[in-house]
């Protein structure tokens, strides 16, 4: 293929800011092939994956799940709908085995927002409520009703009003939600444990857990969004459940799909499913539960406890090299925070774009923090190898000294 093809095409029919963006973070090459933290560039060069807006949670092409797909593939890639498919039933029985006893039903989609919208769909519905409480700083995704949690204002603009009433609480007010259902009509709750895109910030585990409490106690549905968080890339499978938070729903993507195929989840109690429970039709989606992606979910999810010690290691080695990189780039480096696979690092800059560019140019893939600009953010892979790591904090040491 021509090298120049993917940008002339990008800038043509897609659009010329990715075209310019892609074009210098590749050097003038495009990505080709990859395995594990590693991408391999057309011109040759490799460089260390940690970003994928944290779908290569298992790296790339993570060998038990690309077997399962392939295995799919070749018996039956998609359902009819008419019969039940065990792909999806196993991926079922996995998921709910790991949520504990409560969290018993399972709608299937493609990406966090639809799983996001149908949780509020469902709390809307039940309660016959319509007001929906998020947090200052919330990503739950951009589709209209998704958008409207979603705080950020530059993803608002145009679109007012935006669907339903949803009011955006101070993380670090604890009468918040309190305050919020005593004037009445509150449907649920829906938060970020962390708030990834955010700018890696977690809710105070006391204030979320009163917060639950306030909702529950007046009969309004706890919604934690973990598309992002959950599946052990900050520890725990799900952050709310082990918190002990009782969600009336817990919200999965990304890299629920092991890296291969997209999918998501809404892991939810009988109470909150009954609409869905009494007509599954109220709300569907055609490829939500495709056995593709059922069969890269399950194989993901065992691929995510067998690599759990890894993890650990993975992150005290980032979260180690992290540290000394803060101490030694102290006037341009104002905090790191992080836990897990998720880090994040605060730039003395309005925006950390340029340096994210750079470091991509350098050999260093990372995400950006789409409502938190400073913020350079990490997300690593639990296989990322020792070596790996040593390139990525190398890469970053390389680039903050030019920077300054
Ligand atoms: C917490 C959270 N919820 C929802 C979404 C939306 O997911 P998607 O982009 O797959 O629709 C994201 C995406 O970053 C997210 O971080």
């Keep these: 293929m021509n090298p120049a093809t993917p940008f002339k095409t990008i800038r043509r029919h897609m659009s010329p800011g990715v075209a310019t963006v892609y074009r210098a973070a590749g050097r003038g090459s495009h990505e080709s092939e990859a395995a594990g933290a590693t991408v391999r560039l ?23 799940v690309v077997e399962a797909v392939a295995a799919q593939l070749r018996t039956m890639p998609t ?34 927002a639809d799983a996001v919208e149908v949780a509020t769909k469902l709390a809307i519905r ?23 949690l979603t705080h950020a204002p530059m993803f608002h603009e145009g679109l007012q009003p935006l669907l339903g009433h949803v009011t955006h609480l101070p993380p670090e007010d604890p009468d918040a939600v309190a305050r919020e259902v005593a004037e009445g009509d509150i449907a649920a709750l829906v938060f970020e444990p962390i708030r990834g895109e955010g700018g890696v910030h977690p809710l105070a585990p006391d204030v979320a857990a009163r917060w639950a409490a306030d909702a529950q106690a007046a009969h309004a549905f706890v919604i934690s969004d973990e598309v992002q968080v959950g599946l052990r ?11 002990g938070w009782n969600p009336d729903a817990v919200l999965f993507g990304k890299a629920l799909g ?6 998501s989840a809404m892991v939810a109690t009988s109470a909150l499913f009954q609409p869905l429970a009494q007509d599954p039709s109220w709300h569907t ?57 998720l880090w994040g690092v605060d730039l003395r800059l309005p925006s950390a774009h340029g340096v994210i560019a750079e470091l991509a140019a350098a050999g260093l893939l990372v995400s950006p923090c789409l409502s938190s600009p400073p913020t350079i953010r990490l997300l690593p892979p639990m296989v990322a190898t020792d ?9 970053l040491d390389t680039v903050l000294t030019e920077a300054k």
């Design 285 to 341: 989606s055609t490829a939500g539960g495709h056995p593709l992606a059922c069969a890269a979910a399950t194989a993901a999810l065992a691929a995510i406890d067998e690599h759990e010690e890894r993890a650990r290691e993975v992150s005290a080695g980032v979260q180690a090299g992290l540290r000394t990189l803060s101490k030694t780039h102290q006037d341009l480096v104002a905090e790191v925070r992080g836990t897990g696979l």
């Design 233 to 243: 890339r900050c520890g725990e499978f799900s952050i709310a459940v082990a918190r």
């Design 79 to 112: 359902a009819t709908r008419a019969l039940a498919n065990p792909a999806v039933t196993e991926f079922v029985r996995e998921l709910t085995r790991r949520c504990g006893p409560d969290l018993n039903r399972v709608w299937l989609g493609s990406d966090g």
């Design 126 to 148: 039940v309660t016959g409520r319509t007001r929906l409480l998020a947090v200052r700083g919330a990503f739950h995704g951009k589709t209209l009703g998704a958008l409207a």
């Design 258 to 263: 092991g890296g291969v195929m997209p999918i």
């Design 42 to 64: 057309a011109d040759g060069r490799e460089v260390v994956d940690f970003g994928s807006y944290g779908m290569a949670q298992l790296g790339h092409r993570c060998p038990r």
């Design 387 to 395: 070596d790996e790591i040593t390139r990525a904090i190398e890469v």
